[in-house]
């Protein structure tokens, strides 16, 4: 398996440390793993761009379940305060 296939099952930490990586080794003096880092790259690069907007939508999606889990919260509260104090008129 190249290394290109294994971009996409990598973690954020392992993609970004496999950036760093390429991008301190394209800086180096010439050699394959030169030629390789700079290759390697903007596929890297292309891959980082994608996981931070899979990442936003799935952060959105996250907040707004939230945020509707919170308000059905906030409105069994309030009917269970009013339930209560019609048992106290009662």
Request: net charge positive; proline share 2%.
């Amino acid at each position: 398996m190249t290394i290109e296939d294994r971009i996409p099952e990598m973690t954020d930490k392992e993609l970004d440390n496999l950036h760093a990586n390429a991008t301190r080794l394209s800086t180096a003096t010439a050699s394959k793993q030169q030629a390789e880092a700079v290759r390697l790259l903007p596929i890297i690069e292309a891959a980082m761009v994608t996981r931070k907007a899979e990442n936003s939508v799935a952060l959105a999606e996250k907040k707004k379940v939230r945020q509707q889990s919170m308000a059905e919260a906030r409105v069994r509260k309030a009917n269970a305060r009013k339930a209560a104090a019609a048992e106290k008129i009662a």
